[in-house]
């Protein structure tokens, strides 16, 4: 299948989704809360993009869904509380995800090579699952990482769904930390591609951003959630104990499965990655260590 066909198959695919959330939210019985209502229509579009996966064989038909999310449901949070509309704390928390999530998926985009290939961290989830790789597929591959977003979202909720103070100094570092982390994945992101297009066989990446991080995309991911987080303080400051839950979620899952399976891959696949890890710090950037000779 040509990648234009495959991406016009993950499209239809989200439609679909999309379209299934909208009908929940419409048409479907409303709870006291809306963001158990978000919650509910994220998870029944998971279930169409999982029926997708099965059909086609392949989870990646999920990769795309972790960007395109989180602004359909900012946008009906934000839409259905008719409270926040003329906040300007929720223009810059709906300016910021939209930000993050137009650079994520475009990456997405760009590096998509159709649907011969799929993610090499899904076979692996599958395989380890033995007899149980459909629930493995559905829960480990799909529904856990809608849950981390929504978890993650839950800050940009208590921004739009409820009024808050007027804008305050913590707001600035929210948008600075944002904006700031967007763009620190879209310079790794080009400097990785750079160097897979250009790179001799064995070759490990050592240059710009990832001179001073192993996983400088994935800091900058980091950064955005914890961005969201920000916002949701300045808006409810005696929330601060809670509203942290999605950004540790992240931080979570990136250094206890995400970070650790690249790695492990990175090694086995380049013995000379090995000197990187020594000399060059996981996640938070900072220049690389010396190392010592014998």
């Not at 409820?162 to 948008?175: K, N, T």
């Not at 300045?234 to 979570?252: E, F, Q």
Request: charged residues 15%; hydrophobic residues 55%; glycine residues 8%.
């Amino acid at each position: 299948m040509s990648r234009g066909a495959s991406l016009a198959r993950v499209g239809l695919a989200y439609l679909a989704a999309f379209g299934v959330a909208t009908a929940w939210l419409v048409a479907g019985p409303d709870s006291r809360w809306l963001w158990l209502d978000g919650l509910v229509a994220d998870v029944l579009a998971t279930l169409v993009v999982f029926g997708a996966s099965r059909v086609h064989r392949n989870s990646s038909f999920y990769d795309a869904y972790w960007s395109v999310l989180p602004p359909y449901l900012a946008l009906y949070w934000w839409l259905a509380a008719d409270v926040a509309l003329g906040d300007p704390r929720a223009w810059l928390v709906l300016g910021v995800i939209v930000l993050w999530a137009v650079r994520l998926t475009a990456n997405w985009v760009r590096s998509f090579p159709g649907l011969h290939h799929e993610d090499w961290r899904y076979p692996l989830v599958r395989q380890r699952a033995g007899r149980f790789e459909l629930l493995a597929d559905l829960v480990g591959i799909h529904l856990v990482p809608t849950l981390q977003v929504f978890l993650g979202l839950v800050p940009a909720y208590v921004v739009l769904t409820r009024p808050g103070p007027g804008l305050r100094w913590l707001d600035a570092v929210a948008l600075a930390a944002g904006v700031g982390a967007v763009l620190l994945a879209l310079v790794a992101d080009a400097q990785m591609r750079r160097f897979v297009r250009d790179r001799a066989p064995g070759e490990v990446m050592v240059r710009g951003l990832w001179a001073w991080s192993r996983h400088p995309n994935y800091f900058g991911e980091i950064g955005f959630w914890w961005s969201l987080t920000l916002f949701g303080i300045a808006a409810s400051p005696t929330d601060w104990w809670w509203l942290p839950v999605g950004g540790v979620a992240m931080v979570a899952m990136f250094l206890g499965a995400s970070i650790p399976m690249m790695e492990r891959r990175s090694l086995e696949r380049r013995p000379s990655y090995q000197e990187v890890v020594d000399r060059v710090p996981v996640l938070v950037p900072r220049p690389p260590r010396k190392v010592r000779s014998a």
